[in-house]
């Protein structure tokens, strides 16, 4: 029986299709001491439940200033954000961030108070309950033996784990990524790409990611947006499984495709033929 002959199924086909994020024709802006900068001009995308969505572009194109928007911490001058269909106006633990730097934790818990405590200070869980949760994810991003140490006897890319599996502890509807490996060596940056990956295969959470690393994106996002040079503005959204593929129209791995719509100084025919196919 197919969806045109049950109501119901429709009803469900329709669902499963509708975005958990919304961006509307978002632009932004932010105030320096001498300037009024505009860091995107009518950004627009959709991401659905289970969605990997890269952000991707160059420095300054106002990728962690959409972040930023999504959590909730700046509004939109023009346009809007959407969670489930209702416009974000202030920051919820249905949106858990994830910065670059290491020293997100809090120095003087240990890993496993760290993450009980976002739990128990948004009062998501508590007591029990929320070590146990803690520790679930601690042992998720395979730091259970390390439940019991301080962030100062940690490496970079175990601080950075913490705080993946504090954020995923909430349960949240969207993982906030902002270049969450960026600082860390190649080696281990691979790892963690890799550890996330298979984090994602477990729970199948949704995550907005920002990066400017064209193989970091092609390898983590399973739909990349990228933007135009400041202020950002939609390039195209391209699809990716994680393999940088060849493709057979062009012969160029997806990788080189999205360096020549990058670079290029305007959104020539092909960025424009990717976005209209997308």
């Known amino acids: 029986m197919n969806a045109d002959s049950n109501p119901d199924a429709a009803v469900g086909t329709a669902a499963a299709l509708k975005p958990l994020l919304e961006a509307a024709g978002v632009t932004l802006q932010y105030k320096t001491r001498e300037h009024l900068v505009t860091a995107t001009y009518r950004v627009s995308f959709d991401v659905y439940p289970g969605d990997r969505f890269v952000l991707l572009g160059p420095s300054g194109c106002g990728k962690s200033t959409l972040l930023k928007a999504a959590g909730g911490y700046l509004a939109p001058v023009e346009g809007e954000m959407r969670l489930k269909g ?35 200070a948004s009062g998501r869980l508590s007591g029990a309950a929320a070590h146990e949760r803690a520790m679930h994810y601690i042992d998720k991003v395979h730091l259970g033996k390390f439940a019991d140490r301080h962030p100062h006897t940690l490496s970079g890319g175990m601080k950075q784990r913490v705080a993946i599996a504090r954020g995923m502890a909430m349960e949240p509807d969207v993982l906030l990524m902002d270049e969450p490996f960026a600082a860390l060596d190649a080696l281990t940056r691979r790892q963690m790409q890799d550890e996330l990956m298979q984090l994602w295969e477990d729970t199948h959470f949704t995550v907005l990611f920002v990066t400017h690393s064209i193989p970091e994106a092609v390898r983590i996002g399973n739909r990349i947006l990228l933007l135009s040079p400041h202020p950002g503005q939609v390039k195209a959204e391209l699809e990716s499984d994680g393999t940088d593929p060849v493709d057979a129209a062009s012969g160029r791995r997806l990788s080189d495709r999205i360096h020549g719509m990058l670079f290029s100084e305007a959104a020539g025919p092909e960025a424009q033929g990717e976005a209209a196919h997308a």
């Open 86 to 120: 209702q416009r974000i106006t202030r920051p919820g633990p249905d949106r858990m961030m994830v910065f670059q730097e290491f020293d997100q934790l809090l120095p003087w818990k240990t890993v496993l108070q760290n993450v009980v405590f976002a739990l128990e």
